[in-house]
């Protein structure tokens, strides 16, 4: 029997607030243990919460992008479970009022199109247990309370994913457009992004989903990917040897490449959700909708679309640039300032990303301003200097942040253009290689590269390229 995958993600995005959602504790990462938190993120008798406005506007922003319907009005419950890191015993979470319902993103990969959203709700993250690097590890687990209250966001997806792959590739897509709106920070080691799972398998043709698993806070694309692979194949052996998907939630074990039974997966009901009764209902207005949308970046896919048709790059290109947000921004502005837009796009997807990958770094940390390399791309369309040699600038301008200019006229870079120097050097390489030139004209036209390459050797490297391969075609064809 052949079997299709059904795969639907849930994604908890931690939202960029300077503050937690419901107090005024920090939420940079890095802390020491338990030095942000306060009586409400603590859940402390007699603490109240208040909702931070900033975090619902990044969720809101996420919503618009993502196409959803922002809700006029949503509720915030309380999702009742116990847990070591939930220090309330319960979390503030929205459920049957979500803020955001449907949306979607187009995802290419496989057979896969559409990806349709189910909701997006807001939430508090839980605390964190810490089970290694203390002497006391083998029998104790010990508790960080800082990131419990850190603002959420969790995208729910409709099960419209039928491979690993196509789950990898909504989710990095999905990372891309919430970093692109500064909404999150796409950093998934420090868990401010995490996705859960949901995998199910079912006879090819049949309409009905199977018994699904929920494989719990996968921090990879590539884990993802590999994680829903695995549940995938050992959902399908179960049910080819007789048994039975059961309904639970599995860990990714990425060092023993397999999912690990966690505990039975619960239903909503479990979770005993009743309306927060010290929050009133999250009210929304269309101004305020207005406002955010007026606050938003040209997204991703709007740009690309921009860059081919207003610049004429080749959509491989547009997709490089639009990687991020402040690589585009690069972009357009080497491009304006060289008026140069395909050459602009070449040195940036070349030599800059080349470079910042090399050394570790993001196109926050390029040292060259636009003007700088857009002076650069000037003195190659001037034919001042050669492609080759501008490669060697860059790499001082980078280093040292000398302009490109000083450098090509420090080190005596620019080329020869003038014609009579070149055709002197020309005519002395042909009187110099005379059997190659009679192979030439005998019909072996493939010593004409012999030939270039010993005028530019003679030129030291300094002849104009074009120039020398239109002298050395006069002077052959000239005297045949």
């Known amino acids: 029997m052949t079997y299709e995958p059904v795969i639907g993600l849930e994604i908890h995005a931690q939202l960029r607030t300077r503050t937690k959602i419901f107090c005024g504790c920090s939420t940079a990462f890095g802390a020491a243990p338990n030095t942000q938190v306060c009586p409400v993120c603590l859940g402390l008798p007699g603490a109240l919460p208040v909702l931070n406005r900033q975090a619902v506007d990044y969720a809101v ?260 640039l639009t990687q991020s947000a402040a690589l585009a921004d690069y972009f357009e502005s080497v491009a304006a300032a060289a008026g140069n837009p395909k050459a602009a796009s070449n040195w940036v997807m070349g030599e800059v990303l080349r470079t910042l990958n090399d050394r570790g770094k993001t196109v926050d940390d390029v040292p060259l301003a636009p003007q700088a390399l857009a002076g650069l791309i000037g003195l190659v369309d001037k034919g001042t200097i050669s492609h080759s040699t501008a490669k060697d600038v860059f790499a001082q301008m980078y280093d040292s942040g000398r302009a490109a200019a000083d450098i090509v006229a420090a080190d005596g870079l620019a080329q020869i253009g003038d014609e009579s120097a070149l055709l002197a050097i020309v005519r002395d390489v042909l009187g110099t290689h005379a059997d190659a030139v009679g192979q030439y004209r005998a019909g072996k036209t493939n010593t004409f590269g012999f030939l270039v390459g010993q005028v530019m050797k003679t030129s030291g490297g300094k002849g104009n390229p074009k120039l020398i391969n239109a002298l050395l075609r006069r002077e052959l064809d000239e005297s045949a």
Not at 176 to 204: F, K, Q, T
Not at 221 to 240: H, P
Not at 271 to 277: D, G, L, M, T
Request: contains cysteine; aromatic residues 8%; glycine residues 8%.
């Open 61 to 320: 922003k996420a919503a618009l992008a993502l196409g959803c319907e922002v809700q006029p009005e949503s509720v915030f419950a309380r999702k009742n479970y116990f847990y070591p890191d939930l220090p309330k015993g319960y979390q503030i979470s929205q459920y049957e009022r979500p803020l955001a319902l449907g949306g979607g993103l187009d995802v290419v990969a496989g057979d896969t199109g559409r990806v349709g959203l189910t909701r997006i709700h807001m939430e508090e993250d839980a605390g964190k247990s810490l089970h290694e690097g203390f002497p006391d590890s083998d029998r104790r687990t010990h508790l960080d309370y800082n990131r419990s209250g850190v603002p959420l966001i969790e995208i729910v997806t409709e099960p419209d994913m039928r491979s690993a792959a196509a789950a990898a590739a909504f989710f990095s897509r999905l990372r891309d457009i919430l970093v692109w709106l500064d909404v999150n920070d796409g950093n998934m080691e420090e868990g401010s992004l995490r996705c859960d799972a949901n995998v199910s398998v079912r006879p090819v043709g049949q309409r009905e989903f199977g018994t699904k698993a929920e494989v719990k806070n996968v921090n990879s694309f590539r884990y993802v990917q590999k994680a829903i692979e695995y549940e995938v194949d050992r959902q399908i052996d179960l049910l080819e040897g007789g048994g039975r998907v059961v309904q639970e939630t599995r860990l990714w074990d990425s060092a023993a490449g397999c999912t690990l039974s966690m505990r039975s997966k619960e239903e909503a009901h479990d979770y005993r959700y009743f309306p927060e009764p010290d929050l009133p209902p999250l009210i929304v207005s269309t101004e305020r909708i207005a406002a955010v949308r007026a606050s938003m970046p040209e997204l991703p896919e709007a740009r690309r679309s921009r860059f081919v048709a207003a610049y004429g790059l080749p959509d491989y290109d547009a997709g490089v």
